[in-house]
């Protein structure tokens, strides 16, 4: 049985702040031609107090981000270290997407508001910072198929349509754009922590 989100009121707290400086560079969304509301998750947004958000305001902060009251102040895209291709990368980070605003929910927990699709960032490299509609919904119907199953995972809490065509190898192009949010326990990653110890930083 999947779990019933709780109602809270909108309690921020941008707690990355204090560790940005050596974990996040700094970032702006992409300014979209459009923005046209095809996902709001209505489940979610009141366990995280932005229930209230009309639509107009909901596109405000989940399309052209603007800060949250209280919340940080610019975007931030997160610096890691991985493999790739069997070989260790240490100029990785967020390409696509960037952490947004940091809130408690009705049980103290700290929650995340991430972005996918919302623009270029110092590691996009040769992308361009995109996200299909397509590729957005397809998140949407695994994270709620998921969430029916019972499975603990991050939810898909708003999907807007940017008005922009998009060219990919791997599908019929040209294909319309969008940006997503997810809310989620975090977005720090195995390679946030390899990145320190490569750096040898406590």
């Known amino acids: ?14 707690v990355i702040l204090d560790l940005a400086p050596w974990l996040a560079d700094p970032v702006h969304p992409a300014p979209f031609p459009a923005a046209e509301l095809r996902f709001r998750n209505r489940r ?16 405000e902060h989940f399309a052209r981000f603007a800060p949250l009251p209280g919340n940080l102040p610019q975007p931030l895209a997160l610096r890691y270290h991985g493999h790739q291709f069997r070989v260790y990368n240490p100029e990785l980070g967020d390409g696509r997407g960037f952490l947004f605003a940091q809130l408690r929910d009705g049980h103290g927990r700290l929650l995340d508001l991430g972005t996918k699709g919302s623009g270029q960032t110092p590691w996009s490299r040769d992308g ?14 695994a994270t709620e198929m998921l969430e029916a199953l019972g499975v603990n995972t991050s939810k898909t809490f708003s999907v807007i349509e940017t008005g922009e065509e998009l060219f990919r190898q791997d599908e019929p192009s040209p294909a319309r754009s969008a940006v997503l949010v997810r ?18 930083e406590p």
């Open 1 to 14: 049985m999947r779990a019933e989100p709780q109602a809270a009121p909108c309690i921020p707290d941008p």
């Open 44 to 59: 979610w947004d009141g366990s995280v107090g932005l229930d209230g958000l009309d639509d107009s305001q909901w596109v």
């Open 128 to 141: 361009d910072g995109r996200l299909t509609l397509k590729g957005a919904v397809r998140e949407i119907l």
């Open 183 to 200: 809310l989620s326990h975090g977005h720090i990653r195995i390679g946030t922590f390899q990145r320190l110890v490569y750096l040898d």
